[in-house]
């Protein structure tokens, strides 16, 4: 489990495929590295991966084509900036709320403010019954508050520190993003398409969100 409060950047250092998917290395500061021994869980970018080997200076993690198909990395350029997070220890606090690390689709920045403003975000309309206003969001693994939303979009207030210590300040429209839904709002939805009549909820009970 993550908080969605950045700890740390990382860069990708090289993205090899593999048979079934794709390996990445990764370089991160010595302090998170000492706390993601290999077997540990590291959250990139909001996507929950294994630390499959580990050294000094990097580490390496294994991907499989779900998750190349779910997330932004089989699109990643060589030495993007990269949001990262330890998993979360028995302990200690959860400023943000609590993340899986499971990515739930992709979305893209559409507008920003020059200023401080809100921020719009394009989502795939499949998760739109788990996005509420004032609930929580994952953004490349920042934990974010939902302003307001539609059927394929959603805004949130993006506060100066928030900018200052993620990589959203260089960031442009078109731009895509890792998206995670708040947990609970998996289960409200789940359960909601299991008594409801509506035929895309039913469709949500009996195989998931496509895609998603």
């Not at 390996?23 to 290999?38: N, V």
């Not at 932004?72 to 690390?101: K, M, Q, Y």
């Not at 998206?179 to 008594?195: F, H, N, Q």
Request: glycine share 12%; net charge neutral.
């Amino acid at each position: 489990m993550f908080t969605g409060l950045i700890r740390s950047f990382g860069t990708l250092e090289s993205r090899t495929p593999r048979p079934g998917g794709m390996r990445l290395r990764i370089a991160a500061p010595a302090e998170l590295l000492e706390r993601a021994p290999s077997g540990a869980s590291i959250c990139v970018n909001g996507a929950c991966l294994t630390a499959v080997t580990r050294n000094t200076k990097t580490f390496d993690s294994e991907l499989s084509e779900e998750t190349l198909r779910r997330t932004t990395f089989g699109h990643l350029a060589i030495g993007a900036l990269l949001h990262l997070e330890p998993s979360l220890r028995v302990g200690e606090p959860l400023d943000g709320h609590l993340l899986a690390g499971h990515v739930d689709g992709v979305g893209r920045l559409v507008e920003r403010p020059e200023g401080e403003g809100l921020w719009r975000f394009g989502m795939p309309a499949e998760l739109a019954p788990m996005v509420a206003p004032k609930g929580s969001i994952a953004l490349d693994g920042i934990s974010l508050t939902v302003v307001d939303c539609g059927r394929d979009w959603f805004t949130v207030a993006l506060i100066p520190e928030t900018i200052r210590r993620t990589r959203l300040a260089g960031t442009r429209p078109g731009e895509a993003f890792n998206l995670e839904v708040d947990p609970i709002g998996r289960y409200v939805a789940r359960a909601l398409a299991m008594r409801a009549g509506d035929a895309e909820l039913q469709r949500f009970a009996q195989a998931g969100w496509p895609g998603g």
